[in-house]
């Protein structure tokens, strides 16, 4: 009986040291993950600034270009969209850019225009 509960305790104590282990290890890779891709990670972030402006639900493509420079068209188009935005086009054929989860917002104010 006392065998079987050390053994127990052991499994436990062992599969602890291994989670915390591992956790660590996972932190660290995600940390030198994002050191690798501090560009795109701060480009994202920086998009979502612009596009969750409380008076602006859309941005045009031109004035994203103009605040998130040393992109190409493509790649910005696809930080964007890693960023959670939806691309539209207006009338006059100019791109625009919202984030997704302001839809409601979006709507809500059409609505009462």
């Known amino acids: 009986m006392e065998t079987a509960l050390f053994t127990l305790a052991g499994t436990v104590v062992g599969g602890l040291i291994t989670y915390f282990l591992q956790h660590q290890r996972f932190k660290q890779e995600l940390k030198m993950l994002q050191q690798e891709h501090k560009t795109e990670f701060m480009a994202e972030s920086t998009a979502k600034h612009f596009l969750n402006h409380k008076s602006y639900t859309d941005r045009s493509f031109e004035t994203l270009q103009k605040h998130l420079g040393g992109f ?33 917002e979006f709507i809500e104010k059409k609505q009462g225009s």
Not at 80 to 89: E, N, P
């Open 72 to 104: 190409d068209d493509e790649e910005l188009r696809k930080i964007l969209v890693r960023a959670g935005a939806i691309r539209t086009y207006r009338d006059d054929g100019t791109e625009w850019w919202r984030l997704l989860s302001r839809m409601d």
